[in-house]
T-cell receptor, first 113, second 114 residues
Framework: EAQVTQNPRYLITVTGKKLTVTCSQNMNHEYMSWYRQDPGLGLRQIYYSMNVEVTDKGDVPEGYKVSRKEKRNFPLILESPSPNQTSLYFC????????????FGPGTRLTVT | AQTVTQSQPEMSVQEAETVTLSCTYDTSESDYYLFWYKQPPSRQMILVIRQEAYKQQNATENRFSVNFQKAAKSFSLKISDSQLGDAAMYFCAYRPYNNNDMRFGAGTRLTVKP
């Protein structure tokens, strides 16, 4: 089954404790992205990647890091989380070809206290 | 930078009636893609319909259709014969042709009244 998986689905952590949210896709997609969703703001792109070892900043990259060492994986790293990073996070992937639809993961609800 | 605006935070429709959700966008590109996504309470993002900017014909998917006005940079979604299962948050999105810098609107929450 074609899918994007994210882990964990829910996470409560404390300020300053480094964390990683994993994202993996099994569709051999070149493009991958991370978004955060906040009420009244829709989805805002944090980082995106066009291929292995190629990443670009989106709208709200501050406080986040990403890496794309393998085509299927695109982890999101919060080196020192703060309460303003409490949000719902989505990973997505898509092909650069005709099938350009973005496939979204199920979301990760992160709370930073 | 490209922006996407959804001016209706909330909309409601009677079951079996028709509703139109508005979306405008700003871009200097000539080739791009536009999307409508549905997000039910499960939070899963579900693609409803998509439109390639180079196609003049409006996209249609069963009860869902769009009115794409390229010159006006407008991309509205029409839902016909509304059903209770259509109740959700709807997001309009824009993506340039040659990269992955996708932009979303703030969303419109649709309520369907029985």
């Amino acid at each position: 089954e074609a899918q994007v998986t994210q882990n964990p689905r829910y996470l409560i952590t404390v300020t300053g404790k480094k964390l990683t949210v994993t994202c993996s896709q099994n569709m051999n997609h070149e493009y991958m992205s991370w978004y955060r969703q906040d009420p009244g703001l829709g989805l805002r792109q944090i980082y995106y990647s066009m291929n292995v070892e190629v990443t670009d900043k989106g709208d709200v990259p501050e406080g986040y890091k990403v890496s794309r060492k393998e085509k299927r994986n695109f982890p999101l790293i919060l080196e020192s989380p703060s309460p303003n990073q409490t949000s719902l996070y989505f990973c997505a992937s898509s092909s650069r070809g005709e099938e350009y639809e973005q496939y979204f993961g199920p979301g990760t609800r992160l709370t930073v206290t | 930078a490209q922006t996407v605006t959804q001016s209706q935070p909330e909309m409601s429709v009677q079951e079996a009636e028709t509703v139109t959700l508005s979306c405008t966008y700003d871009t200097s590109e000539s080739d791009y893609y536009l999307f409508w996504y549905k997000q039910p309470p499960s939070r899963q993002m579900i693609l409803v319909i998509r439109q390639e900017a180079y196609k003049q014909q409006n996209a249609t998917e069963n009860r869902f259709s769009v009115n794409f006005q390229k010159a006006a940079k407008s991309f509205s979604l029409k839902i016909s014969d509304s059903q209770l299962g259509d109740a959700a948050m709807y997001f309009c999105a824009y993506r340039p042709y040659n990269n992955n810098d996708m932009r979303f609107g703030a969303g419109t929450r649709l309520t369907v009244k029985p």
